[in-house]
């Protein structure tokens, strides 16, 4: 089993869909990466996590660790961004503070996940 920046990668898993566990990977950043590592081919040879060499797997690590910020820092990149939209009080500030959707969508319908449950006005008659 293979460890990338305390994620275990699936070993039968091809390389590139693999590297996706990992926060902040994507499909594209993966081919990109395994492309810098000297894996140009991996997806037309097939190559899945547990056919890597210590070589390979040494070459991955020094690029993720020296050209990426992913998982941990990535998450807390992500906070400290939004505390700094709350502090300034823009608006998408705000409504991350409310609990609202911070993108533009509607709220008078929909917006079920952000927004919460459906809440009672008027209680139950009998």
Do not use: C, W
């Not at 492309?35 to 390979?56: H, I, Q, V, Y």
């Not at 690590?61 to 400290?80: A, C, H, P, S």
């Not at 008078?108 to 209680?123: C, E, L």
Request: proline share 1%; hydrophobic share 35%; no cysteine.
């Amino acid at each position: 089993m293979v460890r990338f920046l305390g994620v275990d990668l699936i070993n039968n898993k091809k390389i590139q869909y693999a590297l996706t566990a990992i926060y902040g990977i994507g499909l594209s950043r993966a081919k990109e990466i395994l492309d810098s590592a000297g894996l140009e081919n991996a997806d037309e040879l097939g190559l899945r996590t547990k056919d890597l060499s210590d070589e390979n797997i040494s070459n991955i690590r020094k690029i993720l660790e020296k050209d990426y910020q992913l998982e941990g820092d990535l998450v807390r990149l992500t906070n400290l961004n939004i505390k700094r939209l709350m502090e300034n009080g823009s608006i998408k500030g705000r409504r991350h503070r409310v609990g609202l959707p911070v993108r533009g969508q509607r709220t008078r319908t929909n917006a079920r996940t952000r927004r919460g449950a459906k809440k009672a006005v008027v209680g139950k008659k009998k």
